[in-house]
């Protein structure tokens, strides 16, 4: 189990603004992943294939899942709730 600071690096979007999420999103480049925390927690990847997003998942340890693309109209909603959980800074703050 990981704990809730660990999972501030696993939401990849906190790196780009608004627009930036947006425009990769609409390009199907953003990946949802399912982390092992309590809560059922989400991250994401940014990644050009789901090949590439399991990869990084793996690669970081924590027991994430790549459940699949974000679809454009799923964005809002999801960076909303991703910054109450984690707050407004990430890890690229």
Do not use: P, W
């Amino acid at each position: 189990m990981v704990n809730d600071a660990a999972a501030d690096t696993c939401d990849e979007l906190t790196c780009f603004s608004d627009a930036q999420a947006a425009l990769l999103t609409a390009r199907s480049l953003v990946y949802l992943t399912d982390l092992k925390l309590d809560g059922g927690r989400h991250g994401t990847i940014v990644a050009a294939s789901y090949a590439d997003a399991q990869s990084v998942a793996r690669a970081r340890g924590r027991g994430e899942r790549v459940i699949g693309r974000i679809a454009h109209g799923f964005l809002h909603g999801l960076r909303r709730r991703l910054r109450k959980v984690y707050g407004s800074e990430g890890a690229c703050a």
